[in-house]
């Protein structure tokens, strides 16, 4: 629940205070997507038939996010060119819809989940555009940091290590597909990510989103690894 309230604070943070900036309309929406896959898991685990439906409709729309996170990149790096953009967002619709006509992932038991989003043959084609996705989008800005002058690369490198922290965090919702037996420990961390991602773009456009950014970070931090200590505390007992 805590990734969805951070990375629906920072989509309203970037809305209201970093609209004219390059790339934030799509990384609101990037925000607020990464809200909507977290919640999908949420319901995958927690609901009733119904609402387990709705979760992984809303997990199967992650090609949509990646969308995002592409535009975004692009916008950022100052290359947007349309075409372009309407391509990217028409490929993950069409994938999105593919994962929802199907509908990818099955919902099996596992561990000590009532319930678990597992990666079957149409789930694996919908998340691995997802990651082609990503990885276009953390080719590009590092393709445009290595040519950009200080100050907008060290906004670039921040947006790189956010991200890669935020894909290391969701890898525990795949650990079930791949045979990994053992609690998604890496999803407690997931909650830093918007913060720091958004820290990482608009530190040096305004100082009181800076100050903002770093005391929500310090909390979220400590709260993470006060989850995580509780966590191990009980798989140990």
Partial sequence: FA??????????????????????????LFSIAVAFWVAGQ??????????????RALVNL??????????????????GRREFIYAN?????????????YPAGEL??????????WFDESAIWVGGITLAYGLFGLFWLIRAGLKSEE?????????????????????????????IELFPYPVLFLPVYP???????????????????????????VFTLSILAVSLVVAAL
């Fill in 108 to 117: 099996m038991p596992w561990l000590s989940f009532p319930r678990f989003y």
């Fill in 151 to 179: 100050r907008r690369r060290r906004q670039i490198k921040a947006a790189v290590l956010s991200a890669v922290w935020g894909s290391i965090s969701a890898s525990g919702f795949v650990f079930g597909s791949v045979g």
């Fill in 62 to 79: 992650s090609p949509l996010a990646g969308a995002f996170f592409v535009h975004f990149a692009l916008s950022f790096t100052g290359w």
């Fill in 195 to 221: 913060v720091l991602l958004v820290y990482g773009v608009l530190r040096y456009e305004f100082m009181d989103v800076n100050l903002w950014a770093r005391k929500s970070l310090a909390w979220l931090i």
């Fill in 3 to 28: 990734t969805v309230f951070t990375s629906i604070g920072m989509a309203g943070l970037i809305w209201f205070r970093g609209e004219k900036k390059a790339g934030a309309v799509p990384l609101t």
């Fill in 42 to 55: 949420i319901l995958v685990t927690t609901g009733d038939a119904l609402e387990r439906e709705a979760g």
């Fill in 89 to 101: 967002y028409a490929a993950a619709s069409g994938a999105a819809v593919f994962g929802g006509l």
